[in-house]
């Protein structure tokens, strides 16, 4: 199911232009005020979403059409992209430090629009961005998104850190410490190298893994995951588990059987990290010599040996074929 959406505004003081993708992709935005953009490129990075936006509004006047409709549309288009709302995580909460202000959000995707805002920012403005405006944002998008949103600042005292740490804590994941980088980029620490996400874990089943054993380990370092082979569950989910035992060609005629080679694919391409264990790494492989060959999945340029004599398949020579297993680079 797509997450899309794309949305038009035209009023007498702005016309806009936006849409998103809740999956990922390129993140733009062209308001005319210069810290709105800057807002809207860290929602859509720390969100890991795809963000386009272009407004056209009566600057000349002050910037406040400008911010709320954008507010507006964002909203719009995040009710839309979330459809019935089937298979999220509907509550979500963060705490998000930036330099000496400390900044709370609270969401619940209810479909009940209520926004409580409490933030002492001083009155400044900042490229074109009076900080009163804030308020008026975030409630437009809760509003029109059909979300309990609550935001508030904790302390601090610079409005821009404010600001940013609000928004930040707005992007659509509960928190859950995570550390690597959104989309490979190197950025530096002010930038949001540590940022909070869920992890959502989905154990592919497509009939030959040792599902449980994958599904105990996750357990017992503390994360919840999913045995599925459901597209939609499997696209909801932060990381993929490929598991497998077995002979390469036939477990690759049961993963195409059930879509899942497509599925892979697909969430390579948006950057979802992909882990192969035994059997389910070299199913990452472009092919094997295995049984007289077969195609894997492409997600790394090696070719997967072929099995082992007879005698690897005492335990522990399996235990030593599968010590190796790793996400594909």
Do not use: W
């Not at 995951?225 to 990381?239: L, N, W």
């Amino acid at each position: 199911m797509s997450r899309t959406a794309s949305r038009e505004r035209s009023t007498a003081e702005t016309q806009i232009k936006l849409s998103l993708d809740l999956d990922g992709g390129e993140a733009s935005a062209a308001t005319g005020v210069g810290f709105l953009d800057h807002m809207l490129d860290l929602l859509a990075r720390h969100g890991r979403l795809g963000l386009r936006v272009e407004a056209d509004g009566d600057l000349e006047t002050g910037a406040h059409h400008t911010v709320e409709d954008v507010g507006i549309v964002l909203g719009q288009a995040l009710d839309e992209a979330l459809g019935d709302r089937a298979g999220i995580r509907r509550y979500g909460s963060a705490v998000v430090p930036m330099d000496e202000a400390l900044a709370e959000c609270a969401i619940d995707i209810s479909g009940r629009p209520f926004c409580h805002f409490d933030a002492d920012l001083p009155t400044t403005s900042i490229a074109g961005f009076d900080t009163e405006l804030a308020e008026e944002f975030f409630r437009a998008v809760a509003n029109s998104a059909k979300l309990t949103l609550h935001v508030s600042v904790r302390y601090g005292t610079n409005a821009p850190p404010h600001d940013r740490g609000l928004l930040q804590g707005l992007r659509p994941r509960p928190p859950c410490r995570r550390l690597d980088r959104p989309r490979g980029e190197r950025r530096a620490l002010d930038q949001g190298d540590a940022e909070l996400v869920t992890t959502r874990i989905a154990i592919l089943d497509y009939g030959m893994g040792n599902l449980r054993s994958v599904e105990k380990a996750l357990e017992h370092v503390g994360v919840t995951a999913t045995i599925t082979h459901d597209a939609t569950e499997a696209r909801a989910a932060d990381g993929l588990i490929l598991p497998g035992v077995g002979a390469f060609p036939r477990a690759m005629e049961r993963v195409r059987e059930r879509g899942l080679d497509e599925l892979i694919g697909e969430r390579r391409t948006t950057g979802v990290p992909i882990l192969g264990i035994c059997l389910g790494l070299q199913l990452l492989f472009d092919s094997t010599t295995e049984l007289g060959g077969a195609t894997g999945l492409g997600c790394s340029t090696a070719r997967s040996p072929s099995s082992r004599p007879p005698v690897s398949r005492s335990r522990t020579s399996a235990g030593r074929r599968c010590a190796g297993s790793a996400s594909p680079a």
